[in-house]
């Protein structure tokens, strides 16, 4: 009886480590960074919420570590960390790496995109899996969700009242169609991270910025340029990218709850910046910043300075992918067209894309 009853603990005890050796092996470390720090709103209203969700839906199979503020990486290196597991999750941005891309630098065609920010990330969700995908996952990556800037506007230290204004000016840009922007607006572009630009604007290197007005607060750009020149000629795509290995080795369920937590993610980017966007505008006023809207004459002079972009963009790429250029082009306008004629609430009750990883 004796020899049972000690049968019986042994097995006991062995069933108790398994069961927790088990519940070891299915908590999966995750490790997500970001450029914006823990005090930013895109970190308190995206990012965090985004990782308090992808918690809550795995019931603690995944737990994750945040590294907000450029902790792990710079933003520039975003690419280079997610594919080599220096993170599982962060920012990873074309425009940052701009020769190993063709036809995303699509997305930064002059009025590419619709005014609405949650219209303008739908339409490169539609772009994504025909003509995105194979660039960005050549890299040894997986895309997380898709965000995209807000239109850009210029800010500046000299006063800017008109186009004719920015002429020899030096902006500070970060290479692609960003550069060429400014180039055919008669301005001098100057190639350098977000990170690197208030250092720069500070010390006189440019004598402005383009970016979005959201973000030129939030970057505290605007306590060293006191002029907002809104043009609103342009969007950058602003992915965030999740380390391969990692995606393909989460079971079919986690897969599923990192694309609704995705999804939503995406969401929570465009509105937020809608809301930094009014935000910025209130505090430019109370701080005495002036700002200037881009007359009619100015836009339509904008727009035949940038309109050679798209079909050198065509000529450029075509025949240098699978997908055609051209053809992609054509996409997008008439997906602007779409999306552009729809609510944001309409936008956001339809299913998600499929095929984004």
């Known amino acids: 009886m004796k020899h049972l009853a000690k049968r019986k603990l042994v097995l006991a005890c062995a069933f108790a480590v398994a069961a927790t050796t088990a519940t070891a092996q299915d908590t999966i470390d995750m490790k997500v960074s970001y450029n914006q720090p823990a005090s930013s709103a895109a970190w308190q209203d995206v990012m965090q919420s985004f990782v308090d969700e992808l918690e809550e839906k795995s019931e603690g199979r995944i737990k994750i570590t945040t590294y907000p503020g450029e902790v792990l990486h710079s933003v520039g290196d975003g690419f280079k960390a997610a594919a080599s597991g220096i993170t599982d999750l962060t920012s990873a941005w074309p425009i940052y ?105 500070q010390q006189g290197v440019v004598d402005g910025i383009i970016l979005a007005t959201a973000d030129m607060v939030a970057y505290r750009l605007h306590e060293v340029g006191k002029y907002n020149y809104r043009l609103g000629v342009t969007r950058v795509a602003i992915p965030q990218a999740v380390n391969r290995k990692f995606y393909e080795d989460l079971p079919d ?101 499929e095929g984004l990883r």
Do not use: C
């Open 253 to 353: 369920d986690l897969k599923m709850v990192l694309s609704e937590a995705s999804a939503n993610a995406s969401v929570n980017y465009s509105e937020m910046y809608n809301r930094l966007t009014d935000k910025a505008l209130e505090t430019m006023e109370a701080e005495g910043i002036t700002t200037t809207v881009a007359s009619d004459d100015d836009i339509a002079t904008a727009n035949e300075l940038l309109a050679p972009m798209w079909d050198n963009f065509v000529a450029a790429n075509e025949g240098n992918s699978t997908a055609s250029a051209e053809v992609l082009t054509a996409d997008m306008r008439a997906l602007t067209e779409k999306f552009s004629a729809m609510s944001d609430e309409e936008i956001k009750a339809l299913p998600p894309v």
């Open 97 to 201: 790496l701009t020769n190993s891309f063709e036809l995303f630098h699509a997305t930064q065609l002059p009025l590419a995109l619709p005014d609405s920010n949650v219209a303008a990330v739908r339409v490169i969700d539609e772009l994504y899996p025909k003509y995105f995908k194979a660039e960005y996952e050549k890299l040894g990556i997986k895309l997380a969700f898709n965000a995209a800037t807000p239109q850009y506007d210029i800010l500046t230290t000299k006063p800017v009242e008109s186009l004719a204004d920015l002429k020899g000016l030096k902006l500070r840009a970060t290479g692609g169609g960003l550069t060429e922007i400014v180039e055919r607006l008669g301005a001098v572009p100057v190639s350098m991270t977000i990170s690197d630009a208030y250092t720069a604007f």
